[in-house]
């Protein structure tokens, strides 16, 4: 099994979530984030008064999934998020160990 965790542009989540639904990704979860990177964040104003943000808001999705299913996974991920622009975001594979579905514990995919 894998974990796939995405940091995507927020804008970019419902086409994102469509896509890897159409896949058959049963659940996965996701949050608000804020970061820093190559993107600088745009000046903006409050109350008349002009500042520049520290950080930008983005959209981590975290999906642990069979290893068979992680290359569409991801191709989603690339091809629905990509606007081209620096800032699109990254993702990250990790090796998932076990799993375990408290309510009956089930373990490893059938946990899934």
């Known amino acids: 099994m894998k974990k796939i965790e995405a940091i995507i542009r927020t804008s970019k989540f419902e086409d994102i979530h469509k896509c890897v639904a159409g896949l058959g990704v049963k659940f996965f979860t996701f949050y608000e984030v804020k970061g820093m990177g190559m993107e600088h964040p745009k000046v903006q104003t409050y109350r008349g008064?002009?500042?520049?943000?520290?950080?930008i808001p983005r959209t981590k999705i975290e999906i642990v999934t069979a290893d068979e299913h992680v290359?569409?996974?991801?191709?989603c991920i690339l091809t629905q998020g990509r606007t081209g622009e620096v800032g699109d975001g990254k993702i990250f594979i990790y090796e998932a160990l076990e799993a375990y579905r408290i309510r009956n514990n089930d373990t490893g995919e059938a946990a899934l």
């Open 49 to 55: 008064i002009a500042y520049e943000p520290a950080y």
């Open 71 to 75: 290359e569409d996974i991801v191709n």
